[in-house]
T-cell receptor
Protein backbone atom coordinates (compact mmCIF):
# COMPACT_ATOMS: atom_id res chain seq x y z
CA UNK A 1 0.00 0.00 0.00
CA UNK A 2 2.74 2.45 -1.04
CA UNK A 3 0.58 5.28 -2.49
CA UNK A 4 2.92 8.05 -3.69
CA UNK A 5 6.65 7.39 -3.44
CA UNK A 6 9.26 10.12 -3.79
CA UNK A 7 13.00 9.69 -4.14
CA UNK A 8 15.35 10.85 -2.79
CA UNK A 9 14.14 11.98 0.64
CA UNK A 10 17.06 14.38 1.17
CA UNK A 11 19.55 15.99 -1.19
CA UNK A 12 22.20 18.69 -1.01
CA UNK A 13 23.36 20.33 -4.24
CA UNK A 14 25.79 23.02 -5.19
CA UNK A 15 24.62 26.01 -7.19
CA UNK A 16 24.57 25.14 -10.88
CA UNK A 17 24.24 21.39 -10.45
CA UNK A 18 21.35 19.52 -12.00
CA UNK A 19 19.06 16.99 -10.42
CA UNK A 20 15.90 14.99 -11.09
CA UNK A 21 13.35 14.27 -8.38
CA UNK A 22 11.42 11.09 -8.93
CA UNK A 23 7.78 10.37 -8.12
CA UNK A 24 5.70 7.25 -8.66
CA UNK A 25 2.15 6.35 -7.70
CA UNK A 26 0.47 2.97 -7.64
CA UNK A 27 -3.18 4.09 -7.41
CA UNK A 28 -3.80 4.25 -11.18
CA UNK A 29 -4.39 7.98 -10.89
CA UNK A 30 -4.65 10.18 -13.97
CA UNK A 31 -3.41 13.45 -12.50
CA UNK A 32 -0.05 14.14 -10.87
CA UNK A 33 1.40 17.29 -9.35
CA UNK A 34 4.63 18.82 -8.12
CA UNK A 35 4.53 21.40 -5.31
CA UNK A 36 7.12 23.24 -3.34
CA UNK A 37 6.60 24.15 0.32
CA UNK A 38 8.34 27.12 1.86
CA UNK A 39 7.83 28.55 5.38
CA UNK A 40 4.84 30.86 5.57
CA UNK A 41 3.86 30.26 1.95
CA UNK A 42 1.92 27.03 2.04
CA UNK A 43 2.13 24.79 -1.00
CA UNK A 44 2.68 26.29 -4.43
CA UNK A 45 2.07 24.33 -7.59
CA UNK A 46 5.08 24.03 -9.88
CA UNK A 47 3.74 21.78 -12.65
CA UNK A 48 0.98 19.28 -13.06
CA UNK A 49 -0.02 16.57 -15.47
CA UNK A 50 -3.66 15.76 -16.17
CA UNK A 51 -2.81 12.57 -18.03
CA UNK A 52 0.07 10.61 -19.49
CA UNK A 53 1.85 12.69 -22.10
CA UNK A 54 0.48 16.06 -20.98
CA UNK A 55 1.99 18.64 -18.64
CA UNK A 56 1.12 22.20 -17.74
CA UNK A 57 2.65 25.02 -15.76
CA UNK A 58 1.50 25.89 -12.30
CA UNK A 59 2.11 28.98 -10.21
CA UNK A 60 5.93 28.81 -9.97
CA UNK A 61 7.35 26.88 -12.98
CA UNK A 62 10.50 28.93 -13.66
CA UNK A 63 13.71 26.94 -13.26
CA UNK A 64 11.98 23.56 -13.47
CA UNK A 65 11.07 21.00 -16.09
CA UNK A 66 8.87 17.93 -15.78
CA UNK A 67 8.32 14.69 -17.56
CA UNK A 68 5.30 12.39 -17.34
CA UNK A 69 7.09 9.20 -18.26
CA UNK A 70 4.00 7.00 -18.06
CA UNK A 71 0.85 6.90 -15.99
CA UNK A 72 2.76 5.98 -12.83
CA UNK A 73 5.74 8.31 -12.94
CA UNK A 74 6.16 12.09 -12.93
CA UNK A 75 9.65 13.54 -12.55
CA UNK A 76 10.81 17.07 -11.74
CA UNK A 77 14.14 18.33 -13.04
CA UNK A 78 16.26 21.24 -11.93
CA UNK A 79 18.65 21.97 -14.78
CA UNK A 80 20.83 24.51 -12.97
CA UNK A 81 20.03 24.64 -9.28
CA UNK A 82 19.87 28.00 -7.49
CA UNK A 83 19.75 28.74 -3.74
CA UNK A 84 16.20 30.07 -4.19
CA UNK A 85 15.15 26.53 -5.05
CA UNK A 86 16.02 25.30 -1.56
CA UNK A 87 12.68 23.91 -0.42
CA UNK A 88 10.67 20.83 0.39
CA UNK A 89 9.18 19.31 -2.74
CA UNK A 90 5.99 17.27 -2.69
CA UNK A 91 4.54 15.08 -5.36
CA UNK A 92 0.83 14.30 -5.32
CA UNK A 93 -1.66 12.38 -7.43
CA UNK A 94 -5.42 12.30 -7.84
CA UNK A 95 -7.99 10.41 -9.85
CA UNK A 96 -8.53 13.53 -11.97
CA UNK A 97 -11.43 15.87 -12.59
CA UNK A 98 -14.44 16.38 -10.36
CA UNK A 99 -12.15 17.52 -7.60
CA UNK A 100 -10.99 14.19 -6.34
CA UNK A 101 -8.71 14.50 -3.30
CA UNK A 102 -4.98 14.60 -3.84
CA UNK A 103 -2.69 12.03 -2.23
CA UNK A 104 0.78 13.18 -1.22
CA UNK A 105 4.21 11.65 -0.95
CA UNK A 106 6.45 12.28 2.06
CA UNK A 107 8.50 14.94 0.32
CA UNK A 108 12.07 15.59 -0.81
CA UNK A 109 14.08 18.04 1.28
CA UNK A 110 16.43 19.84 -1.10
CA UNK A 111 19.18 22.24 -0.04
CA UNK A 112 21.19 24.21 -2.56
CA UNK A 113 24.42 25.77 -1.37
CA UNK B 1 -9.12 35.00 -8.55
CA UNK B 2 -9.59 32.17 -6.13
CA UNK B 3 -7.74 32.36 -2.82
CA UNK B 4 -7.66 30.81 0.62
CA UNK B 5 -6.86 32.61 3.85
CA UNK B 6 -5.89 30.99 7.11
CA UNK B 7 -5.67 33.95 9.50
CA UNK B 8 -3.92 32.12 12.33
CA UNK B 9 -0.28 31.21 11.71
CA UNK B 10 0.20 29.48 15.06
CA UNK B 11 -2.28 28.27 17.69
CA UNK B 12 -1.52 26.76 21.09
CA UNK B 13 -4.08 24.78 23.06
CA UNK B 14 -4.04 22.53 26.11
CA UNK B 15 -4.71 18.85 25.70
CA UNK B 16 -8.42 18.20 26.15
CA UNK B 17 -9.45 21.70 25.11
CA UNK B 18 -11.63 22.38 22.09
CA UNK B 19 -10.15 23.60 18.84
CA UNK B 20 -11.29 25.74 15.94
CA UNK B 21 -9.04 26.56 12.99
CA UNK B 22 -10.26 29.25 10.66
CA UNK B 23 -10.37 29.17 6.88
CA UNK B 24 -11.86 31.75 4.53
CA UNK B 25 -12.00 31.41 0.78
CA UNK B 26 -12.64 33.64 -2.16
CA UNK B 27 -14.44 32.04 -5.08
CA UNK B 28 -17.35 33.05 -7.27
CA UNK B 29 -19.36 29.87 -6.94
CA UNK B 30 -19.65 27.07 -4.43
CA UNK B 31 -16.20 25.59 -4.19
CA UNK B 32 -14.92 22.18 -3.28
CA UNK B 33 -13.20 22.50 0.11
CA UNK B 34 -10.61 20.37 1.84
CA UNK B 35 -8.67 20.21 5.06
CA UNK B 36 -5.30 18.46 5.16
CA UNK B 37 -2.95 17.74 8.07
CA UNK B 38 0.82 17.53 7.89
CA UNK B 39 2.80 15.92 10.70
CA UNK B 40 6.51 16.83 10.96
CA UNK B 41 8.56 15.27 8.19
CA UNK B 42 5.50 13.85 6.46
CA UNK B 43 3.36 14.61 3.47
CA UNK B 44 -0.18 15.96 3.65
CA UNK B 45 -3.02 13.68 4.69
CA UNK B 46 -6.66 14.40 3.85
CA UNK B 47 -8.81 15.06 6.94
CA UNK B 48 -12.12 15.82 5.27
CA UNK B 49 -13.74 17.33 2.19
CA UNK B 50 -16.90 19.23 1.29
CA UNK B 51 -18.45 18.91 -2.12
CA UNK B 52 -22.15 19.55 -1.57
CA UNK B 53 -25.06 18.65 0.67
CA UNK B 54 -24.84 18.73 4.45
CA UNK B 55 -22.74 21.71 5.46
CA UNK B 56 -21.31 19.92 8.50
CA UNK B 57 -18.71 17.44 7.36
CA UNK B 58 -17.18 14.70 9.47
CA UNK B 59 -13.59 13.62 8.92
CA UNK B 60 -10.98 11.31 10.31
CA UNK B 61 -9.40 11.58 13.77
CA UNK B 62 -12.53 13.16 15.27
CA UNK B 63 -12.38 16.36 13.20
CA UNK B 64 -15.33 18.13 11.62
CA UNK B 65 -15.75 21.25 9.53
CA UNK B 66 -18.69 23.49 8.75
CA UNK B 67 -19.25 25.22 5.44
CA UNK B 68 -20.86 28.65 5.82
CA UNK B 69 -21.62 30.20 2.46
CA UNK B 70 -22.64 33.57 3.93
CA UNK B 71 -19.25 33.92 5.63
CA UNK B 72 -17.17 32.22 2.90
CA UNK B 73 -15.73 30.06 5.66
CA UNK B 74 -14.88 26.43 6.22
CA UNK B 75 -13.62 26.22 9.79
CA UNK B 76 -12.16 23.02 11.23
CA UNK B 77 -13.19 21.92 14.72
CA UNK B 78 -12.43 19.24 17.25
CA UNK B 79 -14.15 19.03 20.65
CA UNK B 80 -11.17 17.65 22.59
CA UNK B 81 -7.61 17.91 21.32
CA UNK B 82 -5.05 15.14 21.84
CA UNK B 83 -1.29 15.66 21.99
CA UNK B 84 -0.97 13.68 18.75
CA UNK B 85 -2.98 16.39 16.95
CA UNK B 86 0.05 18.71 17.05
CA UNK B 87 0.78 19.32 13.37
CA UNK B 88 0.27 21.84 10.60
CA UNK B 89 -3.18 22.15 9.07
CA UNK B 90 -3.92 23.33 5.56
CA UNK B 91 -7.21 24.44 4.08
CA UNK B 92 -7.58 24.14 0.30
CA UNK B 93 -10.15 25.11 -2.30
CA UNK B 94 -10.73 23.35 -5.60
CA UNK B 95 -12.55 25.34 -8.29
CA UNK B 96 -15.42 23.40 -9.82
CA UNK B 97 -14.54 20.71 -12.33
CA UNK B 98 -10.80 21.15 -12.18
CA UNK B 99 -8.14 18.89 -10.79
CA UNK B 100 -6.07 21.61 -9.11
CA UNK B 101 -6.12 22.91 -5.55
CA UNK B 102 -5.29 26.28 -4.03
CA UNK B 103 -3.81 25.98 -0.56
CA UNK B 104 -3.81 28.35 2.36
CA UNK B 105 -0.56 29.12 4.12
CA UNK B 106 -1.29 26.77 6.99
CA UNK B 107 -1.87 26.92 10.75
CA UNK B 108 0.61 25.28 13.08
CA UNK B 109 -1.06 23.69 16.10
CA UNK B 110 0.88 23.19 19.30
CA UNK B 111 -0.66 21.10 22.11
CA UNK B 112 0.45 21.45 25.72
CA UNK B 113 -0.11 18.64 28.25
Amino acid sequence: NAGVTQTPKFQVLKTGQSMTLQCAQDMNHNSMYWYRQDPGMGLRLIYYSASEGTTDKGEVPNGYNVSRLNKREFSLRLESAAPSQTSVYFCASSAGRNNQPQHFGDGTRLSIL
Amino acid sequence: AQSVTQPDIHITVSEGASLELRCNYSYGATPYLFWYVQSPGQGLQLLLKYFSGDTLVQGIKGFEAEFKRSQSSFNLRKPSVHWSDAAEYFCAVGPYNTDKLIFGTGTRLQVFP
